[in-house]
């Protein structure tokens, strides 16, 4: 990664849509929205945004069910592929922006509902999470909704694995290092996808600070949230301390 550079800059982008995105498949996306109208009990009506979209797999899949779905991300590229999608979709109902979470309030929408899907939260720093947070309780009407997914950093450390790898179909492989910085608390990707039929290696990096449920609790209690519920993945489970993710509910009061 270049020096001064973002990492986010050049990690999200048409490489990532193109090389890193393959699992993401449409039926992954429509088990998860079939997750999020259970879980917010959505409503034809409802105002609804996708605060870290990427290429808008779940702002589509909703503005195909008939919701009215606006998505941003700090990606000019992926914000591009997702109005590139919409349109070949036939998908009219959504919007795409780019955008800095914490200027949401630039967009001069009341919504009922929020939600950041695959940690968009620890990309950044600490205070500018937090500064996100209150825009978004900002936002909100009163008794909106907002649904955030991070990683479970108890059991991403319990069950630490430094090295991992996956074949996608028979043409990408994907190498991953995993390290750990105890003193920052900061979780550091270094992942090499090598494209076998056309012979390309792609090199991206990660760095993510990995919240413990304690600390994004606070967070959104400092924000003026009343935190409804825990669960620990897409089926609505509850959350321990072994659940691969940590999806909380919330709700404006």
Known sequence: MQEGKDWRD???GRDYYQYLAKHLTPERTKREVDFLESVLSLKRGSLILDLGCGFGRHTLELGKRGY???GIDRSSELI????ENAKKEKVFNVEFYVMEYKDIDKLDYKFDIVFSLYTSFGLSTYEEDKETLNKVYQVLKRDGRFLIDIENRDALLKYFIPYSWDLFGEDYVLLTE????????????NRIVIDLKNNIRKEFVRRIYLYSPSEIIHLFKESGFH?????GDYEGRKFHIGSRRLII?????
């Not at 935190?227 to 669960?231: A, F, P, Q």
């Open 178 to 189: 995993h390290f750990f910085e105890p003193d920052t608390g900061f979780y550091i990707s």
């Open 249 to 253: 509910l919330a709700i404006k009061k």
């Open 80 to 83: 591009e592929i997702a109005k």
């Open 10 to 12: 050049q990690y999200f």
């Open 68 to 70: 009215r779905t606006i």
């Open 227 to 231: 935190v409804d519920r825990l669960m």
